[in-house]
C-alpha cells in the first residue's frame, strides 16, 4: 500500500508570515495525483490544491503553492500571507492514476496549524 | 454551495450493538466512501460504492461492515456488532462523474463520531 508521511504534527505561523508543510509519499507507480486538504474545527475537509504528477510545474491556488518534487517523492504546501481562517488540520493525500480500481485516497497522519494573530 | 451531510454527528453505544450511520451525498455525484480516523491516526480508506455495488474495500471493511444505498439518495454504513476499537471517526465523502471528477477530489461530509463503551 502507498504510504504518505507528514512528519510534522504541528505547526504554528505568525500572521501574514509564510509556512511550509511537509509531505512525502512513496509509490512505484508514474501517474499519480496528489492533494493537500484543509479541515478546520468541525468542518469537513476541503480540497485546497492537487497536483498531477505527470505536470514538472507546480500548482498555485492564490496563497497556496506546493513544492513537488518527483524523485525525492515529496509534496510540500507553502501557505502565503497566512490569515487567522487558515488554522486547521492539513492533510496530505495521495491517488493512484487512471489504473482499474483507483478509487481511494492514503492520506497522511495530517499537521494542526496555528495561526498566531 | 452543495454539501456532504451526514447524521448523526456523534453517536455513542456500547459494544455489540448495531450502529447504522448516514451520508446524504451530493446530488449529481455517482462514486461514494466512507473513510475513518482513529482518534490521532491518519484517515483510512473503508469502502468505494459505485453503481449499486461496491467497487473497491480495504481490509478493514470486514464482515461487520457494510453499505447500502436504499433510497437514491441516503448512503449507509452500518457496523453490525461494535468492537470498542471501531471507535472513531467516519467520513463520508462523494465524487461526480468521471468528466468533471477534477483529477479524483473528494468532497467530504463533517464526519459521524462513534463512541464504542
Known amino acids: 500500500a502507498q504510504t504518505v508521511t507528514q512528519s510534522q504534527p504541528e505547526m504554528s505561523v505568525q500572521e501574514a508570515e509564510t509556512v511550509t508543510l511537509s509531505c512525502t509519499y512513496d509509490?512505484?507507480?508514474?501517474?499519480?495525483?496528489l492533494f493537500w486538504y484543509k479541515q478546520p474545527p468541525s468542518r469537513q475537509m476541503i480540497l485546497v490544491i492537487r497536483?498531477?504528477?505527470?505536470?514538472?510545474q507546480n500548482a498555485t491556488e492564490n496563497r497556496f503553492s506546493v513544492n513537488f518534487q518527483k524523485a525525492a517523492k515529496s509534496f510540500s504546501l507553502k501557505i502565503s500571507d497566512s490569515q487567522l481562517g487558515d488554522a486547521a488540520m492539513y492533510f496530505c493525500?495521495?491517488?493512484?492514476?487512471?489504473?482499474?480500481?483507483?478509487?481511494?485516497?492514503?492520506f497522511g497522519t495530517g499537521t494542526r496549524l496555528t495561526v498566531i494573530p | 454551495e452543495p454539501e456532504v451531510t451526514q447524521t448523526p454527528s456523534h453517536q455513542v453505544t456500547q459494544m455489540g450493538q448495531e450502529v447504522i450511520l448516514r451520508c446524504v451525498p451530493i446530488?449529481?455525484?455517482?462514486?461514494f466512501y466512507w473513510y475513518r480516523q482513529i482518534l490521532g491516526q491518519k484517515v483510512e480508506f473503508l469502502v468505494s460504492?459505485?453503481?449499486?455495488?461496491?467497487?473497491?474495500k480495504s481490509e478493514i471493511f470486514d464482515d461487520q461492515f457494510s453499505v447500502e444505498r436504499p433510497d437514491g439518495s441516503n448512503f449507509t454504513l452500518k457496523i453490525r456488532s461494535t468492537k470498542l476499537e471501531d471507535s472513531a471517526m467516519y467520513f463520508c465523502?462523494?465524487?461526480?462523474?468521471?468528466?468533471?471528477?477534477?483529477?479524483?477530489?473528494?468532497?467530504f461530509g463533517e464526519g459521524s463520531r462513534l463512541t464504542v463503551l
Open positions: 460504492f459505485y453503481n449499486n455495488e461496491i467497487s473497491e
Open positions: 497536483q498531477e504528477a505527470y505536470k514538472q
Open positions: 509509490t512505484s507507480e508514474s501517474d499519480y495525483y
Open positions: 465523502a462523494s465524487r461526480p462523474p468521471t468528466g468533471l471528477a477534477l483529477s479524483g477530489e473528494l468532497f
Open positions: 493525500a495521495y491517488r493512484h492514476g487512471a489504473k482499474a480500481g483507483a478509487n481511494n485516497l492514503f
Open positions: 446530488s449529481n455525484h455517482l462514486y
